[in-house]
């Protein structure tokens, strides 16, 4: 299969180039690196074996049209994307231009290129609000009321989807993602609370917590995102599938787990509470299950244990 992923360069992004590569598959990397990093591909594309090719391209550029059409890939995998909700918050018009702008980009490209289908990233913690506690873990029939810039254009992605499905035939699956961490998440900038408190506990300096740390959070890990993604290139077609655990972690508890496993006896310092924070969140994965044969394997525990190992060899590399 010949595929193509935009934002390949990021976190999650370069964690799938690695997995599709490792089936055979033909890939091509789209990426402006403002938030990605070549050190993400360096062991996919030193592998003589693999076939990956790199386009340094913002996707709000025009030419990314030309460019996907010219790859002619089988399957785009779009993950590129301006995630900072406060970015979106602060800059719409930017986060429209990314978010929205750019991915009708991504879907001219991929209809001019002949393409079969489309893997959009969309976020199952914007999409659907602020949902009573009652709906927790949240099923993807929850209505749709994003509060934040950023929510409103994923939303407005998966309805362009929608539409270019019932209009040129162009097949897609949209995947709500939990929150995702996992090895190569930057601990700076708009980062997840994992990669942070990872960094901040091998350093030695203290883990801040905002609000009274009972906020909850459905923590994924990026290997099972990833397979979802891969399953989505031939399964749940013209589906809003949500990606997460179902279960809700408190902040206080994932610093309690991941300072255990860090070897690191000290108390978090707190902080007060960060305006528009979700009180608690949780994706139900129960329809990825059914139309992708998805489900979560990685525990907590697992988890937070090889983000700790990776960042332990980032420093000893470095």
Not at 36 to 48: H, I, K, M, Y
Not at 139 to 155: D, F, I, T, W
Request: charged content about 25%.
């Amino acid at each position: 299969m010949k595929a193509l992923v935009t934002g390949g360069a990021g976190f999650i992004g370069s964690t799938l180039v690695d997995r599709l590569c490792a089936e055979g598959h033909a890939v091509d990397v789209v990426d402006d690196l403002s938030s990605g990093s070549l050190a993400n591909l360096a062991e996919a594309r030193a592998d003589r074996a693999s076939a990956v090719r790199f386009h340094q391209v913002d996707i709000r550029s025009p030419g990314v049209v030309d460019l996907i059409a010219r790859c002619e890939p089988e399957v785009v995998f779009h993950l590129a994307a301006q995630a900072d909700v406060r970015v979106s918050v602060a800059r719409p018009v930017f986060d429209a231009e990314v978010n929205v702008l750019g991915t009708l980009n991504v879907l001219e490209g991929a209809r001019a290129a002949g393409s079969r289908k489309v893997v959009f990233a969309s976020s199952g913690g914007t999409i659907y609000g602020d949902p009573d506690p009652s709906d927790l873990p949240v099923r993807e029939s929850h209505p749709q009321r994003p509060l934040s810039p950023y929510g409103v254009a994923k939303k407005a992605a998966g309805d362009y989807l929608a539409a270019y499905r019932e209009l040129h035939g162009l097949e897609f699956t949209s995947l709500a993602l939990a929150n995702v961490y996992g090895p190569r998440q930057d601990p700076h900038g708009e980062a997840g609370v994992v990669a942070i408190f990872a960094g901040r506990l091998l350093d030695g300096e203290p883990c801040t917590i905002f609000g009274d740390g009972r906020q909850t959070r459905d923590f994924v890990y990026v290997d099972d995102v990833v397979d979802a993604f891969v399953r989505a290139g031939h399964r749940g077609g013209g589906l809003l599938l949500n990606i997460g655990t179902g279960a809700e972690t408190s902040v206080i508890d994932l610093y309690t787990v991941m300072a255990e496993a860090a070897g690191v006896d000290a108390e978090p310092t707190y902080a007060p509470a960060r305006p528009g924070e979700l009180a608690r969140s949780a994706l139900d994965p129960g329809r990825a299950e059914i139309h992708l044969g998805w489900r979560p394997w990685t525990t907590l525990g697992e988890g937070v244990a090889a983000v700790l190992r990776w960042f332990r060899d980032q420093r000893r590399a470095g």
